[in-house]
């Protein structure tokens, strides 16, 4: 089907339109979520509950790339409510490290998580300090990686104030993190190329 014929329908509440954007982008979602959070219960929640939403709301989108973004979104949001509420997050991490290295490399790579898990905590809470639109415009440079134009368009804001947030916001970061902005571009990059997967 037609990717714009495709939306209209899902906008209409089409059952075939659903199934086919529901089993596009779930269990890449879950593949996300699965980074950062090991309750697979909890992983379920945070994965469907975007589609729910956009249910009892009836929301709309004008593409399924817009689509993409708000999943990719409320995602990276609700996990970073998950983390900040959740105490076990160190047992998490020593559940993800357990299942994907040697006993050897166990302690190494719990460490190298929970540095990252900590950093990456601090990423997002910056982020959701800034002023709305910025923190929006910012979230889908990085997170959705849109094209400047396009949240523009989006936003109906002039394309040099795309720009400016997504500046402003970098400098932010900079002056927050210092010496420690390369792992936080590193962060940032490697979140980007798991939403690839999304796409």
């Not at 990276?76 to 409510?81: A, I, S």
């Not at 040099?160 to 940032?188: H, M, P, Q």
């Amino acid at each position: 089907m037609d990717e714009n014929l495709l939306i209209q329908k899902f906008n209409e509440g089409d059952p075939k339109a659903w199934s086919e954007l529901v089993n596009r982008f779930q269990p890449r979602i879950y593949f996300f979520l699965k980074k950062f959070i090991q309750d697979e219960w909890q992983v379920s929640v945070i994965r469907d509950d975007g589609f729910i939403k956009i249910w009892e709301k009836q929301l709309k989108f004008d593409s399924i790339k817009e689509l993409q973004a708000f999943l990719i979104i409320k995602a990276k949001n609700d996990t970073m409510n998950y983390l900040k509420s959740n105490s076990s997050l160190s047992n998490n991490l020593l559940a993800y490290s357990m299942s994907h290295g040697s006993e050897k490399d166990t302690e190494d790579n719990i460490a190298l998580e929970l540095e990252h898990a900590n950093l990456w905590a601090e990423i997002l809470q910056e982020i959701d300090k800034q002023p709305k639109k910025r923190k929006e415009v910012f979230e889908l440079f990085y997170f959705a990686e849109f094209e400047a134009k396009d949240i523009a368009r989006m936003k109906n804001i002039h394309l040099s104030k795309v720009y400016d947030y997504k500046k402003t916001v970098e400098n932010e970061l900079k002056k927050k993190f210092g010496s420690a902005l390369n792992k936080v571009i590193y962060l940032l990059f490697i979140t980007a190329c798991l939403l690839e997967q999304i796409i």
